[in-house]
């Protein structure tokens, strides 16, 4: 059925039309640095600094729209006039020199956009962006990040304003990274921690991941000066858009990539957050964009935020509107797959795909079938089994979910990099809402999954 529609999908693929106004072709893209204009002058320090934390939490070309994301956030931010000693960049930098790249050296974030990746000072990369580095790196325990990376936090004061801009894969509660997870309840603890500690005057957060709203909902205290913005609600996926045919990838993800070309072409002095965000709400059709915490943050200006203490708006780049060509997170491989197939001429690399394509179908087989007999033998009867496959749990059992989510992608799937493994976490979380004990749900993950 999955296989269709994506068929059904491609086949009604439009050609992204040209340009005129452009001064480049999508082929020759010129740099975010000869866009820019001078930068400001910093504002004076009783006025609060400004501070930004950017992070791409996923690796590999299949996953290149998170970098991409990245990267644009940071040309914005730059332009905007937060200086660059208060960017603090974390991703995995594997796409510019990528194999698979037909145009060395660049990224792109829109099929007629410019070079992304000139410029961007990346402080984190490869196997250190890690959670435990992120948090460390926002709560600015400088003492942690000795001799990673370039061992730069989050340095903030009283008076500051923070902008975090995480982009990745997301679950019940969890934002994916490289090689781990970040648990709903670590981010929190870190975040008090900080407000306990008067680390910041107040933080804005734009979190692009499938079922973000689960790491704020009924989380986020609406009175710690705290404001978040998500892709999607608690429920749901998020949505990668633009494939490049030429580079074989999606470029951008629907949430994302309408909150920066917003930002790409309005005074943000005269837009306030809430109003973004209502404009990110509607552009957005593929899922619903939410927002939590302290709403009343909504009412500050997008610039003092994703500007500097003395923000002037530079030029605006307006982009044309090219079909978004959208699909769920987790159907990415399989959608990458069927659009390769379609613009295959070769025979031998037909087949390639053909197989590639059923050994990825025969694999979410598989892991269905593992998810349902986890439930199996933890449910105390058949009726109590069909609930926890059927419905759709809000999670607030974090004690139980946690470990039962680690013990899962120990013993069955690394779900970090297996996304369709990672859509069913939901199911553990009806087990534990369910109030099934922790021991009698990781007994089954240990039975079932016996590597």
């Given at each position: ?98 194999p698979e790249n037909p145009t060395k050296g660049i990224v792109i974030n829109h099929p007629s956009g410019a ?169 957005t059709n593929t899922s619903h964009v939410m927002e939590y915490g302290d709403k009343k943050i909504g ?153």
């Amino acid at each position: 059925m999955i296989a269709s529609v994506l068929l059904v999908a491609i086949g009604l693929l439009l050609p992204a039309g040209k340009a005129d106004f452009l001064k480049f072709q999508s082929d020759q893209h010129l740099s975010w640095e000869e866009q820019r204009p001078d930068e400001p002058s910093s504002a004076s320090a009783d006025k609060g600094s400004h501070w930004a934390l950017i992070v791409a939490g996923s690796n590999g070309w299949y996953n290149y729209r998170h970098q991409a994301d990245a990267c644009h956030a940071y040309q914005i931010l730059k332009k905007n006039g937060i200086p660059e000693d208060h960017i603090i960049t974390m991703m995995y930098d594997d796409l510019a020199q990528n194999p698979e790249n037909p145009t060395k050296g660049i990224v792109i974030n829109h099929p007629s956009g410019a070079d992304v990746y000139h410029g961007v000072k990346i402080d984190y990369k490869g196997n250190d962006v890690t959670p435990k580095n992120f948090l460390a790196v926002l709560g600015g325990k400088s003492e942690q990040m000795n001799n990673i990376g370039t061992g730069r936090v989050i340095n903030s004061g009283p008076n500051d304003h923070i902008f975090v801009n995480f982009v990745d894969h997301g679950a019940p509660g969890i934002l994916a990274f490289p090689n781990d997870v970040l648990h709903a309840k670590d981010l929190m603890d870190t975040i008090q921690s900080m407000y306990a500690n008067k680390q910041y005057g107040q933080m804005v957060l734009y979190v692009e991941a499938c079922e973000s709203g689960s790491m704020f909902d009924k989380l986020l205290p609406p009175n710690i000066n705290v404001y978040a913005t998500t892709a999607a609600n608690p429920d749901e996926s998020s949505y990668a858009c633009y494939y490049d045919s030429k580079r074989q990838t999606y470029l951008g993800d629907v949430y994302s990539v309408n909150w920066m070309e917003d930002s790409d072409k309005e005074d943000l002095k005269l837009e306030t957050l809430h109003k973004q965000f209502e404009i990110v709400k509607e552009e957005t059709n593929t899922s619903h964009v939410m927002e939590y915490g302290d709403k009343k943050i909504g009412n500050e200006d997008v610039a003092d935020f994703q500007g500097g203490a003395a923000y002037q708006r530079p030029s605006p780049t307006i982009l044309p509107k090219v079909q978004y060509d959208a699909v769920p997170s987790e159907d990415v491989p399989l959608a990458i797959l069927y659009h390769r197939l379609a613009a295959a001429r070769d025979e031998v690399l037909k087949d390639k795909l053909h197989s590639d394509i059923k050994d990825l179908l025969k694999h979410r087989d598989d892991v269905l079938k593992t998810v349902k007999d986890i439930v199996g033998y933890s449910s105390r009867d058949l009726h109590q089994s069909n609930r926890i496959l059927m419905n759709r749990y809000a999670l607030t059992s974090f004690d139980c979910y946690e470990p039962v989510v680690d013990l899962f992608r120990e013993r069955c799937y690394d779900f970090v990099q297996n996304d369709f493994a990672r859509k069913q976490l939901k199911h553990l979380v009806n087990l534990c809402e369910e109030q099934v004990p922790v021991e009698t749900i990781m007994e089954a993950i240990a039975k079932v999954c016996k590597a």
